[in-house]
């Protein structure tokens, strides 16, 4: 039975808030961590002992969404459920005793792979951060079926329960945080991460037995088994490439000052709020739009969309970066300044928040970049593209690393980003014979001159030295004022200038609600450190 417009329209309206609401935990996670454990010694350790489930997490999860669906959705269309069910339990049990094996080696094998993260600690840290790793080896397990999970149940048009994982994560997280930060310090962060990546499988499975998808079989001659890897192989390399950067990232920085990595951590964060909840949400608007027009061979309608895609994002991107820039510090110091997080380590983030910044429109604009490949069913050279991203970037890490630090590894993950953006473009100009790169252009200038005007604005503000409270409620509330002022002259400049993307922005949101089929949360990043 199809399921009705409004039941559609209800499902669309509850994935995006639950997009929305990890996303803001997500935040309320960090402001928790920073006043607990700053950026000191000890938050270095943990980031370091969860960059291996952070980039299992980036590979599979995805990944495994990406290659399942289609491959599920075909036996659902088909009305085929004894196949799908057996396909479906063979891909879960077979991960289920592979990922067991593996982080069981992973366990007994943390004192080999961990210093290959963190070279640069002191003896003490690095045992401290053996010991964490050990703790998230089996939380692998978990990040890894909660992906087919998430596949099984989109498959069958059920998107609420994928899309809450991130706020089972973060609600977990917290909650242990809050209660046995007195007892375990910083391992209570451990634990509570350990125990949210289990939370994101275990929101899931109730869904799961309800609809009586799981066998306890094991099928390896199953046909479908073939379509999986021919999907997964290139969508896997091209995750992987991605989320290698991360250990880049924490391997040099672990040679850095202690703080750095932490430092890194939140600027990063800050910086991707709105490349998380905003960019990824026009990607997923688009991308059954792009994937429609190919089907029908409709190449100035893929055209168009693309050129819609990349100016939607600019209209978030370009003045998130110019805002962030502006109001770094007071952004770091009403977020996070409190316990153990002091002025010196506000001054270290918001010090690094411009080089984290510098690489937002170039990611967000891969996005939706990449979406068109796969959607023109082109994946061999965006995989390319993205390794090649990854080389530049620890090309140029090593480069900048002696003489400018951790701002260093940041400016090379903001050029790597601008280059892959570049080549992908180039790339889908080619696979649709031609862009209106006018249009994006002379758009993105539009939006420079109101982000502009908008900084002017800002900094005539803060010339006038007024200064809130040291509380949370004098800073936050002054900062939401400055954000508000910020946004209003934004928007009256962009008409002035006649930023059509404003229109446009609340179209796509009644388009998505018009094709009446939500689509799976388009994050991919994940939600650990």
């Known amino acids: 039975m199809l399921p009705t417009r409004v039941s559609l329209a209800r499902s669309t309206l509850l994935v995006m808030a639950a997009t929305l609401g990890s996303a803001v935990l997500g935040f309320g996670r960090?402001?928790?961590?920073?006043?607990?454990?700053?950026?000191?010694?000890?938050?270095?350790?943990?980031?370091?002992?969860?960059?291996?489930?952070?980039?299992?997490?980036?590979?599979?999860?995805?990944?495994?969404?990406?290659?399942?669906v289609p491959v599920f959705t075909e036996y659902v269309a088909r009305d085929d459920w004894e196949s799908l069910r057996r396909l479906a339990s063979t891909v879960f049990n077979g991960l289920l005793f592979a990922l067991t094996m593996f982080?069981?080696?992973?366990?007994?094998?943390?004192?080999d792979f961990v210093p290959?993260?963190?070279?640069?600690?002191?003896?003490?840290?690095?045992?401290?951060?053996?010991?964490?790793a050990r703790w998230l080896m089996p939380s692998i397990i978990a990040t890894s079926l909660a992906g087919v999970a998430s596949a099984m149940l989109n498959a069958h048009q059920r998107f609420f329960w994928s899309a809450v994982q991130g706020t089972a994560i973060n609600l977990v997280t917290i909650g242990i945080v809050l209660a046995f930060n007195g007892k375990l310090g910083i391992f209570a962060l451990v634990l509570g991460t350990a125990l949210g990546l289990v939370a994101q499988l275990a929101v899931q499975l109730p869904a799961i037995l309800q609809m009586r998808i799981w066998r306890p079989v094991i099928d390896l001659s199953h046909p479908g088994l073939k379509k999986i890897w021919e999907m997964l192989g290139p969508i896997m390399v091209g995750s992987a490439a991605g989320q290698i950067a991360i250990f880049f990232d924490r391997h040099f920085a672990s040679t850095l000052t202690p703080g750095y990595m932490s430092g890194m951590n939140y600027a990063t964060k800050l910086v991707g709020f709105p490349l998380q909840v905003f960019a990824a949400a026009i990607a997923t608007v688009i991308f059954p739009l792009l994937a429609s027009q190919f089907a029908s061979a409709n190449p100035g309608g893929i055209k168009r969309s693309v050129v819609m895609g990349l100016r939607m994002v600019n209209l978030v991107t370009i003045p998130s970066v110019f805002g962030l820039i502006a109001l770094g510090y007071p952004i770091v110091e009403a977020l996070f300044e409190?316990?153990?997080?002091?002025?010196?380590?506000?001054?270290?983030?918001?010090?690094?928040?411009?080089?984290?910044?510098?690489?937002?429109?170039?990611?967000?604009?891969?996005?939706?970049l990449t979406r068109c490949c796969f959607a023109c069913k082109q994946t061999r050279w965006p995989v390319v593209i993205s390794v090649f991203a990854v080389v530049l970037n620890v090309v140029l890490s090593v480069v900048w690393l002696p003489t400018l630090g951790a701002r260093g590894l940041l400016l090379a993950n903001g050029i790597s980003q601008w280059m892959q953006a570049a080549l992908l473009f180039v790339l889908v100009f080619r696979l649709v014979?031609?862009?209106?790169?006018?249009?994006?252009?002379?758009?993105?200038?539009?939006?420079?001159?109101?982000?502009?005007?908008m900084v002017s604005t800002l900094h005539w503000i803060a010339a006038l030295?007024?200064?809130?409270?040291?509380?949370?409620?004098?800073?936050?509330?002054?900062?939401?004022?400055?954000?508000?002022?910020?946004?209003?002259?934004?928007?009256?400049a962009a008409r002035l200038l006649g930023v059509e993307e404003l229109g446009t922005a609340l179209k796509l949101i009644v388009q998505k609600f018009e094709r009446g089929v939500p689509s799976p949360s388009d994050s991919s990043e994940a939600p650990i450190a």
């Open 30 to 68: 960090e402001m928790i961590n920073a006043r607990y454990y700053g950026a000191w010694r000890q938050m270095d350790a943990f980031l370091a002992a969860a960059t291996i489930p952070t980039i299992l997490f980036g590979i599979f999860n995805g990944a495994l969404v990406s290659a399942l």
């Open 103 to 111: 982080a069981a080696l992973g366990w007994a094998l943390a004192p």
């Open 116 to 132: 290959l993260v963190a070279q640069g600690f002191p003896p003490q840290q690095l045992s401290m951060t053996i010991e964490m």
């Open 338 to 368: 409190r316990g153990a997080f002091n002025p010196s380590a506000t001054a270290l983030c918001a010090g690094l928040l411009p080089f984290a910044a510098i690489g937002l429109v170039g990611a967000a604009a891969s996005i939706v």
């Open 433 to 453: 014979r031609g862009l209106d790169w006018k249009a994006i252009a002379a758009s993105a200038l539009r939006i420079v001159l109101c982000s502009v005007v």
């Open 465 to 492: 030295g007024v200064h809130p409270d040291p509380s949370l409620v004098s800073r936050a509330s002054f900062l939401l004022g400055e954000l508000a002022i910020g946004t209003l002259v934004f928007i009256g």
